[in-house]
């Protein structure tokens, strides 16, 4: 089936992006601390500060107003003072590919680091009848070289901010039209009654080797009064960096999913070379302590099914026996081929004799659907360097 392409946006933009040349602070990512900080700088006077940083924060992410013209319940001495010094970006979006199957993926330009350099990452918006899902990126590359994963290939370049990590979230919001204001536009939303109704820290880059910058920006996803996505519906995928993943629960409370991928120390050595730290026995010893897990909160494993590497009969016995005692569900996902790579995906047959000894077992074992590959959204195959082609030569495809 042809892939449809969307180019670089020609109507005028829905939000603020970058502008070059322009030295304003982004308040996007700001702590309620650090916004009323942002505050004072400009001015306001401290008696003011609580309530002011309140009604940016409520226009900024649960009504998605960039303009502080806009903003109407503040002065319009303060809006010229705001927007003389900050702005309500988001980052540049590059091109937008929207699959055969309706997955989008985002090739995103953030705004110059300290040394000037605009780097790009990639989010993904994954819709279905009862929800929508949206993966987003932690981190500029990957410092993990898992084997099977195209975004392990793409050395690490830095780590996102907490603004750059909430902005993908608003930035998706603003594409599909997902904010309060939009309901009149976008009338006809999932079952659910929104259209981004889970997010899950999945994308490029390992959460936990971001921490603080991933707590900072669950803490805006999930705020009531800001992006008002439940803990619960926010996950965060960790390749299994041990020691922060007690932490994690205690201090981002989200949901977790562990990527595991083999039940050999031996096999997921090579998979995910971060095993060689961090072996299996430890890993799922921290899941055994993960606060607030419980049957109606399991944790999530991603296996991805490998042909003739990890889908044996006796894989998925030695599976069920690792997970002992752990409120779990597993998630098998068929491989994801990218260029390159020396995998191949199981055969269908296969997946399904592995699927029924977990399921048999009591484990929930659901196979992903492969959502978006053919724009090389699919799980494993985002990378935002080598895969920037012309998009009116992918129109050609």
């Known amino acids: 089936m042809p892939r449809m392409v969307t180019l670089l946006q020609t109507a005028a933009p829905v939000a603020a992006s970058y502008i070059p040349n322009d030295t304003r602070r982004s308040l996007v990512g700001l702590s309620r601390e650090q916004l009323a900080a942002a505050l004072a700088d400009v001015g306001v006077p401290e008696k003011q500060r609580r309530m002011r940083s309140r009604q940016l924060w409520h226009w900024m992410y649960n009504r998605g107003v960039t303009d502080f013209a806009l903003m109407t319940d503040i002065s319009k001495d303060l809006q010229r003072k705001l927007d003389e010094s900050f702005v309500v970006a988001r980052p540049e979006v590059v091109t937008e590919q929207i699959s055969s199957d309706g997955t989008r993926k985002w090739l995103l330009r953030l705004a110059p680091d300290e040394k000037g350099a605009r780097h790009e990452i990639e989010c993904v918006y994954i819709p279905e009848e009862d929800r929508g899902t949206l993966c987003i990126s932690s981190q500029v590359g990957c410092t993990l070289t898992c084997t099977f994963c195209h975004t392990g290939t793409q050395k690490l370049v830095r780590n996102l901010t907490a603004g750059e990590i909430a902005g993908q979230v608003m930035l998706a919001r603003d594409r599909i039209k997902d904010w309060p204001a939009d309901l009149e536009a976008n009338p006809q939303p999932p079952s659910s009654g929104r259209y981004i109704t889970n997010v899950v820290l999945m994308g490029m880059g390992e959460p936990l080797y971001n921490f603080d910058n991933v707590k900072g920006a669950v803490e805006i996803i999930s705020d009531g009064e800001g992006l008002t996505l439940s803990k619960r519906r926010i996950t965060l995928s960790t390749s299994g960096v041990v020691p922060e993943i007690v932490r994690a629960?205690?201090?981002?409370?989200?949901?977790?999913?562990?990527?595991?991928?083999?039940?050999?120390?031996?096999?997921?050595?090579?998979?995910?070379?971060?095993?060689?730290?961090?072996?299996?026995?430890?890993?799922?010893?921290?899941?055994?302590?993960?606060?607030?897990?419980?049957?109606?909160r399991r944790i999530t494993f991603e296996y991805v099914m490998l042909k003739g590497v990890n889908d044996s009969v006796a894989d998925a016995k030695r599976l069920v026996q690792l997970l002992k005692g752990i409120p779990a569900k597993v998630n098998l996902i068929p491989f994801n081929p990218w260029p390159g790579t020396q995998y191949e995906c199981s055969d269908w047959d296969t997946i399904e004799v592995f699927a029924e000894v977990l399921n048999n077992a009591g484990y929930a074992s659901p196979v992903r659907t492969p959502r978006g590959r053919d724009i090389m959204a699919a799980c494993g195959q985002l990378k935002s360097e080598s895969q920037k082609v012309r998009a009116s030569e992918r129109g050609k495809d």
């Open 249 to 296: 629960g205690d201090e981002i409370g989200s949901s977790l999913a562990i990527s595991l991928h083999g039940t050999t120390d031996e096999i997921r050595n090579k998979l995910v070379p971060l095993n060689k730290k961090y072996p299996i026995a430890e890993l799922l010893e921290a899941c055994r302590n993960y606060p607030g897990s419980s049957n109606a």
